[in-house]
């Protein structure tokens, strides 16, 4: 089953206008942690924001915030006043807590934005 | 220093070539990784190092071998490939492989190319 799952293969955005890319994931443990990250052209996956499964407040990181709903299992990233330089691709990714030994960071298939003049 | 360096950035090799990517952090990081990205599709976990020792090996075929010299060296090697394993190779570290919280370093990548 999938465990991330961004529905927007492709969004567009005008020039300072802000833009909410969405991730639903599913997970049966408590502690968890959500991600994303930005993929520019240049291939390197940029950290954006993390939220943690039992942080209380949504997570922000400048121009970027997380719209957490535990209880829909979404974190949704919103960034504002959009530049042309977040024209790239955006993962959400998970980890859960409960992996035994592994530690895996679980990608969902990216939303790729383009911000117009 | 925050980087994770990938050597090279692009790499073609032929069928039959032995060829190996190379991967430093020095952000003193003891979990190291290897990622496979093909074209439009998220990355993929392969492998996991943590403490120099291999924690997760995602049945990846033997054509690909990793191995972690020290704690801030990753490598690659690579012997026999398919042009399927065509694909954007990424080396990420963390800081261990413990908490939820723990965020990924990224390298840019080596993009490989097997003819």
Known sequence: AQKITQTQPGMFVQEKEAVTLDCTYDTSDPSYGLFWYKQPSSGEMIFLIYQGSYDQQNATEGRYSLNFQKARKSANLVISASQLGDSAMYFCAMREANTGTASKLTFGTGTRLQVTL | ?115
């Open chain 2, 1 to 115: 220093d925050t980087e994770v360096t990938q050597t090279p950035k692009h790499l073609v090799m032929g069928m039959t070539n032995k060829k190996s990517l190379k991967c430093e952090q020095h952000m003193g990081h003891r979990a190291m990784y290897w990622y496979k990205q093909k074209a439009k599709k998220p990355p993929e976990l392969m492998f996991v190092y943590s403490y120099e020792k291999l924690s997760i090996n995602e049945s990846v075929p033997s054509r690909f071998s990793p191995e972690c010299p020290n704690s801030s060296l990753l490598n690659l090697h690579l012997h026999a490939l398919q042009p399927e394993d065509s694909a954007l190779y990424l080396c990420a570290s963390s800081r261990n492989r413990g908490p939820s919280n723990e965020k990924l370093f990224f390298g840019s990548g080596t993009q490989l190319s097997v003819l």
